[in-house]
């Protein structure tokens, strides 16, 4: 069985692929305690990268390649029709709210409420790439549209290098040009000018100013969008492989070369344009997408093993149902923290808190604790959606 296509026709890599950046994601955002937290799973403080800093531009590859491959399923002229960008602008809005929603959790503090997210990302993403992939989209034989690769390459290449030149040459008020920090940097100063601080990330800060950032900000989303490109690309060609009998080995090996290259190109950019996911440095959006591209590649050639098929079916549940396993991890992180009553008597003690007791029980090991409260979140959230995988249930904003 090809590893592109199985389970009732949905893409298996995808699908595990997408499963694995939102495990990643749970293991990041659910230890049972910060401090005590392994290393790769903690994201860099600002310059460099870690395994954690992968997840989300590893999500929005994805995004790209579902994108890339619903191109070619559109109907003749659809491309240009009022009900298509009207349902690509319902769910961007969709995903917006949610995230908004989301951020509002527990207290509903509108005077605080975050307004940048994980969610608004993908949303704003979504939009401005589907844009570039459907719109200039070649028609085949019979108007079905095809993913025009040279327009989505070229749109990724100006977004990556009008990103750097607005970083490099615009002169920041009171701070000058060409500043990549966490309080002169363009995307930071226009986040605080565009929704205030109260807004903004309470983490984002800057020693002895502040909050003085946002990692899902405005401008940046312009070189996140090149992920989900490359994504879309990405899937218009393994979508070739998977239609050909011969010359199926030449593309796979083609996209694995090319995402080793965008792993080296974008660490060669470091002592030039850092690789940082704070603000998503041109370096940084080649170099995520390139091992994106290298992890959908190396599960696509492993997945070909039904024993190896089976073993991720974990995962392949998570990214069935992507959006609503992140809801509910969020769900649970905003719980995590409200005070409760423990059974003891003990007071003021979370649920966190209470996992964290609990696993240090089973070992001595504060760090392996900690890791394996979010582990049993993972699993916890995987045996709630499981049920909807197995009905083929797979819920679409």
């Known amino acids: 069985m090809d590893s592109a296509k199985a389970y009732g026709g949905r893409i298996v890599a995808l699908d595990v692929l997408r499963g694995l950046a939102v495990a990643g994601m749970i293991l990041v955002t659910s230890p049972g305690s910060w401090d005590r937290a392994y290393a790769p799973l903690k994201h860099a403080a600002w310059r460099g990268w870690t395994p954690a800093d992968l997840v989300f531009p590893t999500f929005l590859f994805c995004v790209g390649m579902a994108i890339g491959l619903s191109v070619p399923r559109l109907r003749a002229g659809e491309g240009a029709s009022a009900a298509?960008?009207?349902?690509?602008?319902?769910?961007?809005?969709?995903?917006?709210?949610?995230?908004?929603?989301l951020n509002a959790l527990p207290s509903f503090d509108l005077a605080h409420l975050r307004i940048p997210g994980v969610l608004q990302r993908i949303g704003l993403c979504y939009a401005l790439a589907s844009a570039i992939c459907i719109l200039p989209a070649k028609a085949e034989p019979g108007g079905v549209p095809r993913l025009n690769l040279g327009a989505v390459v070229l749109?990724?290449?100006?977004?990556?290098?009008?990103?750097?030149?607005?970083?490099?040459?615009?002169?920041?008020?009171?701070?000058?040009?060409?500043?990549?920090?966490?309080?002169?940097?363009?995307?930071a100063f226009i986040d605080r000018a565009v929704f205030t601080l109260p807004h903004l990330w309470p983490y984002g800060?800057?020693?002895?100013?502040?909050?003085?950032?946002?990692?899902?900000g405005l401008l940046s989303t312009l070189p996140?969008?090149?992920n989900v490109l490359l994504g879309a690309v990405a899937a218009a060609f393994l979508a070739r492989a998977s239609d050909r009998r011969e010359g199926q080995g030449r593309i796979v090996a083609a996209l694995l070369a090319l995402g080793a290259t965008l792993i080296v190109v974008g660490l060669a950019l470091d002592p030039i344009v850092p690789v940082n996911k704070r603000i998503w440095t041109p370096s940084?959006?080649?170099?995520?997408?390139?091992a994106s591209l290298v992890a959908l590649i190396a599960l696509h050639l492993v997945l070909k093993a039904r024993a190896a098929q089976r073993a991720a079916w974990p995962l392949k549940v998570l990214g069935g149902n992507a959006i609503l396993a992140f809801v509910v991890s969020q769900v649970l992180g905003a719980c995590a923290g409200l005070t409760v009553q423990h059974r003891t008597g003990v007071p003021d003690l979370t649920p966190q808190g209470f996992g964290f007791e609990t696993?240090?029980?089973?070992?001595?090991?504060?760090?392996?604790?900690?890791?394996?409260c979010a582990l049993a979140i993972l699993a916890l959230i995987i045996a709630v959606i499981a049920p909807l995988d197995r009905r083929g249930i797979h819920l679409r904003l």
């Open 284 to 290: 940084f959006a080649l170099f995520s997408s390139g």
């Open 224 to 226: 996140a969008t090149v």
């Open 359 to 372: 696993t240090q029980r089973l070992t001595a090991d504060p760090y392996l604790a900690s890791f394996l």
């Open 205 to 216: 800060t800057t020693e002895g100013v502040g909050v003085t950032y946002d990692p899902e």
């Open 84 to 101: 298509l960008w009207l349902k690509v602008a319902r769910r961007t809005a969709l995903l917006i709210l949610l995230g908004l929603a």
């Open 155 to 187: 749109a990724a290449v100006v977004l990556l290098v009008g990103y750097w030149a607005l970083l490099t040459f615009t002169p920041v008020p009171g701070f000058g040009a060409d500043r990549w920090d966490s309080q002169g940097a363009l995307p």
